[in-house]
């Protein structure tokens, strides 16, 4: 793994439950890797503007009407998701489903003819897979026998991200962060332990290496 595109989607920042368990993800990659370079894209402080006439008439056509504007964002972002070998995504639920900023961010990465495009069987996507880690920050419970409320967050995210080439999509959450701290604590522990849990059974599940092998 050479690089590790983080991108964040809370206004509170490092104090957020989503950017600190998805440091907590990439922590743990980093131990693994140390040599893997991690690329921040904070769309909280970098606001992405919605797309603009240009990218919309480009999405219509056959052909790309703009080079400028959001077609000029649009190219900055997926080259630099081309460009990583995981991604992990911090992000709060909004109203049940993703933020505003983070579906900003999906619109310009979700492009006909450049991470997509379309058949007469349908949408074929053009990006090779790569591991995607999610992790999810919620005032109430959307899992779980103790759910409370609807989740549009997580099938929605690995519906758009299965559609332009990215199925190996894993969510982590902390859920319940408006519960009293005793109850959050127990919610964040469970959080790091499935993430632990996780990346440990995917480094059982992979061959050993030549050189890790001896003879008897």
């Known amino acids: 793994m050479k690089n590790i595109l983080h991108i964040t989607c809370s206004s509170r920042g490092a104090a957020s439950e989503s950017t600190r368990l998805s440091r907590f993800i990439i922590e743990r990659l980093q131990a693994r890797d140390p040599a893997a370079v991690l690329v921040?894209?904070?769309?909280?402080n970098d606001s992405i503007a919605h797309v603009d006439c240009g990218?919309?008439?480009?999405?219509?056509?056959?052909?790309?009407?703009?080079?400028?504007?959001?077609?000029?964002?649009?190219e900055v972002l997926v080259r630099e998701l081309e460009q990583a070998d995981c991604v992990v995504i911090g992000t709060?639920?909004?109203?049940?489903?993703?933020?505003?900023?983070?579906?900003?961010?999906?619109?310009h990465i979700v492009r006909a003819r450049r991470t997509f495009r379309i058949t007469e069987s349908g949408k074929v996507s053009m990006l090779h897979d790569r591991a995607v880690f999610i992790a999810v920050a919620s005032g109430g419970r959307f899992s779980g026998e103790r759910a409370r409320q609807a989740d549009f967050l997580t099938p929605y995210l690995k519906a758009i991200l299965e559609m332009v080439g990215?199925?190996?999509?894993?969510?982590?959450s902390v859920?319940?962060?408006?519960?009293?701290?005793?109850?959050?604590a127990d919610a964040r522990?469970?959080?790091?332990?499935?993430v632990l849990a996780h990346?440990?059974?995917?480094?059982?599940?992979m061959p050993a290496s030549p050189n890790d092998i001896t003879e008897a």
């Open 40 to 44: 921040e894209r904070s769309l909280s």
């Open 55 to 74: 990218y919309a008439m480009s999405q219509a056509c056959d052909h790309d009407v703009s080079t400028a504007g959001s077609m000029a964002r649009s």
């Open 92 to 107: 709060p639920m909004h109203n049940l489903s993703v933020p505003s900023v983070l579906k900003a961010w999906i619109d």
């Open 166 to 172: 990215l199925k190996d999509v894993t969510f982590f």
């Open 175 to 184: 859920q319940g962060t408006a519960a009293p701290p005793d109850i959050l």
């Open 189 to 194: 522990a469970i959080a790091k332990q499935a």
């Open 199 to 205: 990346l440990d059974a995917h480094d059982a599940s």
